[in-house]
């Protein structure tokens, strides 16, 4: 589960480090780090948990042949887990926060933006630093996907990722980050719909002793129908704001009539058609 990240981290440092600066290595470590972290998170935890299959004994989850004294996983593997987890919250989040604020005033702004304006873009001056919450709670997620097991304790690992949801929810109502208002609405909206996902979920996995199979039937629809949804939703919002902000099929209907409605007979006047549009369609995005 590391190899790949490492190799990744490895490559991209060495390309960096010949072809580049300093600040071409920092940019292309937070890419890395954005894309790996929570996987890396998720590997450190799966030393953490330990499961019962009978009464007097327990075993780590991650290799039932490693017997857990006491309930509790053994000291090299918590010594193990709690350095990585320590280690990537230093180096993921808290080096994100030092990140934005220090380059926010020490270097110039041309400069910042090549390099980590992809983290503080579309946010509102007192929000540049929510990328930080971002990336905080993929780590979460991928903390209780490992240190819980599904199989073991379904109802926990629901919950728990019900109270990181909540928790997202309430700090995105409270801040409003993005610039857009649109967007702000948008998250909500997502936040709110993940909370009654879980929600039914929980009532999946915890029905009384003789509850009629409609009920489970029930719940299951209702979170299919909630994750059918809001896909097409968002499928729908970001389908209408790309044809409403290139206007694509409308410049191509304005190129077609102002050629007096004559018809294209092979593939290089499509082309042509084509090439004109989307510039015309840069040219007015550009200029908006």
Same mark, same amino acid.
């Given at each position: 589960m590391l190899s790949l990240p490492c190799l990744v981290l490895f490559l991209l440092s060495m390309w960096a480090l010949t072809h580049g600066s300093l600040h071409s290595f920092t940019k292309h470590t937070v890419i890395w780090q =954005?894309?790996?972290?929570?996987?890396?998170?998720?590997?450190?935890?799966?030393?953490?948990?330990?499961?019962?299959?009978?009464?007097?004994?327990? $075993?780590?989850?991650? *290799?039932? *042949? @490693?017997?857990?004294?006491?309930?509790?996983?053994?000291?090299?593997?918590?010594?193990?887990?709690?350095?990585?987890l320590l280690f990537c919250v230093l180096t993921g989040p808290l080096f994100w926060w030092w990140l934005i604020s220090r380059w926010s005033v020490d270097v110039e702004e041309e400069e910042r933006t090549r390099v980590i304006g992809f983290l503080a873009a579309g946010y509102k001056p007192e929000a540049k630093w929510w990328e930080v919450v971002v990336l905080s709670r993929r780590m979460a997620w991928g903390f209780v996907g490992s240190k819980v097991p599904v199989s073991f304790a379904p109802v926990?690992?629901?919950?728990?990722?019900?109270?990181?949801?909540?928790?997202?929810?309430?700090?995105?109502?409270? @801040? @409003?980050?993005?610039? =857009? *208002? @649109?967007? =702000?609405?948008?998250?909500?909206?997502?936040?709110?719909?993940?909370?009654?996902?879980?929600?039914?979920?929980?009532?999946?996995?915890?029905?009384?002793?003789?509850?009629?199979?409609?009920? $489970?039937?029930?719940?299951?629809?209702?979170?299919?129908?909630l994750l059918m949804g809001t896909l097409s939703f968002l499928l729908f919002k970001v389908g209408g704001a790309f044809i409403r902000k290139f206007n694509f099929v409308g410049r191509v209907s304005t190129l077609i009539a102002t050629r007096g409605g004559e018809t294209c007979e092979d593939d290089s006047d499509w082309q042509s058609l084509f090439e004109s549009a989307t510039t015309d369609t840069t040219e007015a995005s550009d200029s908006s």
């Open positions: =954005n894309a790996f972290y929570p996987e890396l998170v998720g590997a450190f935890a799966t030393f953490l948990p330990c499961v019962s299959l009978t009464v007097k004994e327990s $075993f780590m989850a991650w *290799d039932l *042949d @490693h017997e857990c004294p006491s309930a509790f996983p053994p000291l090299w593997a918590a010594g193990l887990s709690g350095g990585g926990r690992f629901v919950v728990s990722f019900m109270l990181i949801t909540q928790t997202a929810q309430l700090l995105q109502s409270k @801040h @409003h980050p993005y610039i =857009n *208002d @649109h967007l =702000n609405k948008l998250e909500d909206r997502v936040l709110q719909v993940s909370m009654l996902t879980l929600i039914c979920m929980t009532l999946c996995l915890s029905p009384w002793y003789g509850e009629p199979l409609g009920w $489970f039937v029930l719940f299951a629809l209702t979170v299919t129908v």
